[in-house]
C-alpha cells in the first residue's frame, strides 16, 4: 500500500514533515511534552491512533449541510455512510432514542440544547460556576447567563456535595424552564433520577450536561442520564478518549428541535474527519476492553484521592466517584495557583480550581483538580497512583524540591510512554 497513509490520505506525519518541517516540529515538541511529562488534565485523554488517522483523513476537506439523507451539498455518500454509522454506534452504547454527533464541542451542544428547548430570557436553574458548574450554566461572560435568566443552585457546605433540597426549593420560587445537571469540577455521582423529579415537579425540561462523565457512563462505571433526561449533552474527548468534539443524546419527542438547534441554528457544516473521528471513538467504546478502562480510570482516581489525602491535600467531598480528584490545599500551606505553577515545573501537568466558598478569586483558587483519564490510558494503576499523590504533594509544598521530583516524573512516564514509539 506504499507510504503510511497513501490507502486514503489518513495522517501521513511524513508528508508534513516533508511539507512543512516547522509545524512538524512543533507537533514533535509536544509528543515530546505528552510523553515526558504526568498529564492530570480531567478534561484531556489520549486518543487512539486510529481516531488520530480519521481526524486526519480527507473527509476533513467534505461540506455535508444537513443531515444523512438531507445534505445541501453534492458527493456526500461517504459522509452520510460515517455520520449514520456513528449515530447508530452511539445509540448502541449509551441507548439513546435520538443522537445527534454534529457538534463542534460541548459548548456548541449545550448553545443547541438551550436553542432547541428555550427562547431567550427563559429561566434556567443550574450549579454555580464557582462550586463545580460550567461557563455554559449560566456565567455571565457566555451566552448562557447573558441571554437567559440563571438562578444558580450550589454545594452544601458542611459536605461540599449538591444539596438536592435546595435545589428543589429554588425550582418551586423561580419555576425554571431548564434545569441543568452536570457540572465540570464536581467528583460525586449525581442523582438524575432525583433531578428529573425536580423538574417534573415544576414542568421543567431538564438538560444533563455529562461532558465529563461520558466515558465513564460508556464503560459502565457510572450511571446514564439517558433515561432520565430529556436532552444530554456531552464531549467525545475526556473520558470517552475520542476527538475534540461534542454530541447530544435527546429523547424522540425532540429530536427535530435538536437537530435543527445544531444545524443551522448553531453551526453551519459539520467537520465530517471528526464524525468519522467519533465513529471510530464509539466504536472503541462498545469493546470489552473499554469498560475495563472506564473501571480502573475510577479506582485509579479513588486511589490518588485517598493518597492525597494522606498527603494533608483535602479531598473535597471527602472522596471521589468518577475520574477526578478535587482537593483543597489550603492545608497545605499554600494556593492552587502556586501548587500548579511548581507541579507544571515538577514536569506534573493539572490544573487549579476553586473550591466550593472558596476566598480567593479563580485565577489564584485554593483548589487542584487532577484528572485520571491520561494516566490510565497509559496503563498506570493503583501503585503508580499512590506514587503520583506523592509527586504532586512534594511539588505542590515546596519549590525545593521540584528538581528531585521531575526525576521521579521522568522515571514514571518512561515507564508508561503516552504513544509508545515503534
Ligand atoms: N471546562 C473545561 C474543563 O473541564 O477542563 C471543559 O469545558
Known amino acids: 500500500m ?20 516547522e509545524v512538524a516540529g512543533v507537533l514533535r515538541e509536544e509528543l515530546g511534552r505528552v510523553r515526558g511529562r504526568l498529564q492530570l488534565i480531567a478534561s484531556e485523554n489520549f486518543a487512539s491512533p486510529a481516531v488520530l488517522a480519521a481526524l ?24 452520510d455512510r460515517v455520520e449514520r454509522l456513528a449515530v ?63 438562578v444558580s443552585y450550589g454545594v452544601r457546605r458542611d459536605t461540599e456535595t449538591i444539596d438536592y433540597d435546595e435545589v428543589r426549593d429554588l425550582a418551586l420560587r423561580h419555576r425554571p424552564d431548564m434545569i441543568i445537571c452536570g457540572a465540570a469540577a464536581y467528583p460525586r455521582t ?62 424522540s419527542e425532540v429530536a427535530g428541535r435538536v437537530d435543527r438547534a445544531v444545524f443551522p441554528f448553531v453551526q453551519g457544516g459539520p467537520l465530517m474527519n471528526v464524525v468519522a473521528a467519533k465513529a471510530v471513538a464509539f466504536g472503541e467504546a462498545l469493546r470489552p476492553e473499554f ?34 480528584a478535587l482537593v483543597d490545599v489550603r492545608d497545605a500551606g499554600t494556593t492552587g495557583v502556586a501548587a500548579e505553577t511548581n507541579c507544571a515545573q515538577a514536569g506534573i501537568v493539572l490544573n487549579r480550581n476553586t473550591v466550593p466558598y472558596d476566598p480567593e478569586p479563580p485565577r489564584v483558587a485554593s483548589g487542584l483538580r487532577l484528572g485520571t483519564p491520561c494516566v490510565t490510558t497509559q496503563g498506570m494503576g493503583v501503585p503508580e497512583m499512590k506514587e503520583i ?17 521531575a526525576e521521579r516524573v521522568a522515571r514514571l512516564t518512561a515507564g508508561h510512554p503516552a504513544y509508545p514509539p515503534g
Request: glycine content about 12%; overall charge neutral; proline content about 5%.
Open 190 to 251: 449525581i442523582d438524575f433520577a432525583v433531578f428529573r423529579g425536580i423538574a417534573d415537579e415544576v414542568g421543567a425540561w431538564l438538560l444533563a450536561d455529562v461532558a465529563h462523565e461520558i466515558g465513564l457512563i460508556a464503560g459502565g462505571a457510572a450511571p446514564s442520564p439517558v433515561p432520565y433526561a430529556d436532552v444530554v449533552t456531552f464531549t467525545t474527548h475526556k473520558s470517552l478518549r475520542g476527538p475534540r468534539g461534542g454530541g447530544i443524546l435527546c429523547t
Open 56 to 79: 486526519g483523513s480527507v473527509l476533513g476537506n467534505k461540506y455535508a449541510e444537513g443531515y444523512p439523507g438531507g445534505r445541501f451539498h453534492a458527493g456526500c455518500e461517504a459522509a
Open 88 to 150: 447508530q454506534r452511539a445509540k448502541e452504547l449509551f441507548g439513546a432514542e435520538h443522537v445527534n454527533v454534529q457538534p463542534y464541542s460541548g459548548s456548541t451542544a449545550n448553545l443547541a440544547a438551550f436553542v432547541a428547548l428555550l427562547r431567550p430570557r427563559d429561566t434556567v436553574l443550574a450549579m454555580e460556576l464557582s462550586h463545580g458548574g460550567h461557563l455554559t450554566h449560566g456565567s455571565r461572560s457566555n451566552f448562557s447567563g447573558r441571554w437567559f435568566d440563571v
Open 389 to 405: 499523590a506523592s509527586l504532586v504533594a512534594r511539588a505542590a509544598r515546596d519549590p525545593g524540591a521540584i528538581t528531585s521530583v
Open 2 to 21: 506504499g507510504r503510511p497513509g497513501s490507502e486514503f490520505y489518513g495522517a501521513d506525519p511524513a508528508a508534513l514533515a516533508r511539507g512543512d518541517p
Open 291 to 324: 469498560r475495563v478502562y472506564a473501571a480502573q480510570v475510577v479506582a485509579n482516581a479513588k486511589a490518588l484521592v485517598q493518597a492525597l489525602a494522606e498527603e494533608d491535600l483535602r479531598p473535597v467531598t471527602g472522596g471521589t466517584d468518577t475520574h477526578m
